[in-house]
């Protein structure tokens, strides 16, 4: 079965902090997409990682694909509080499965 | 374009009655994922469906739950004789194409039914 785990868990910073976020497995994976979550609302995609040690960047986010495929980040650059979410990674395995996700408070 | 729809966004259900939760999937859409999300939780695997069959529904409790993906119309999860563990937020996805390890696809989300069980 291939899991994806995620660290950390939750992550409060201040307003214009930069911050890396994790998502990893013990299997390799074709591509990793990353999605975000906000309260109420379903996961929206940000972006899918397909190539090893890609790197793709989305205004003031940084994603990147491990070379051996099998773990990626998630960098944000000067967070701000509608950065604030719920951050999943997720990737076909047995079945398309997700991570248990980092939630992200940007304060004010 | 409508994204992936569903409804109800709430449903409040007692102990024992059944759950209805309905998706309609984009438009050319043909390929239906539901994942149950509890609080504080990430998203969970329950069952992908493909017009008129079931794919793998190796994520989905063998006993009261089903699903189904007509020719026409949404696509409905039903939970017979809910339980208070069955509260949580489902939401249903939709995809062009399988999201296999071989394709680059996105898969939609729709908004969600929060079910809560009294």
């Known amino acids: 079965t291939q899991l994806l785990e995620q660290s950390p868990q939750f992550l409060s910073i201040q307003e214009g902090e930069n911050l890396t976020v994790y998502c990893n497995s013990s299997s390799v994976f074709s591509s990793l997409q990353w999605y975000r979550q906000e309260p109420g609302e379903g996961p929206v995609l940000l972006v899918t990682?397909?190539?090893?040690?890609e790197v793709k960047k989305l205004k003031r986010l940084t994603f990147q694909f491990g070379d051996a495929r099998k773990d990626s980040s998630l960098h944000i650059t000067a967070a701000q509080p509608g950065d604030t979410g719920l951050y999943l990674c997720?990737?076909?395995?047995?079945?398309?499965?997700f991570g248990p996700g980092t939630r992200l408070s940007v304060l004010p | 374009n409508a994204g992936v729809m569903q409804n109800p966004r709430h449903l409040v259900r007692r102990r024992g009655q059944e759950a209805r939760l309905r998706c309609s999937p984009m438009?050319?859409?043909?390929?239906v994922y539901w994942y149950r999300q509890l609080p504080e939780e990430g998203l969970k695997f329950m069952v992908y469906?493909?017009?008129?069959?079931?794919?793998?529904e190796s994520g989905m409790p063998k006993e009261r739950f089903s699903a189904e993906f007509p020719k026409e119309g949404p696509s409905i999860l039903r939970i017979q004789q809910v339980v208070r563990g069955d509260s949580a937020a489902y939401f249903c996805?939709?995809?062009?194409?399988?999201?296999?390890?071989?394709?680059?696809?996105?898969?939609?989300f729709g908004q969600g039914t929060r079910l809560t069980v009294v």
């Open positions: 438009k050319g859409h043909s390929h």
């Open positions: 997720a990737g076909y395995g047995q079945n398309f499965v």
């Open positions: 996805a939709s995809s062009p194409a399988p999201l296999t390890w071989k394709a680059n696809t996105e898969a939609f």
């Open positions: 469906l493909q017009k008129e069959n079931i794919i793998d």
């Open positions: 990682v397909v190539t090893g040690g």
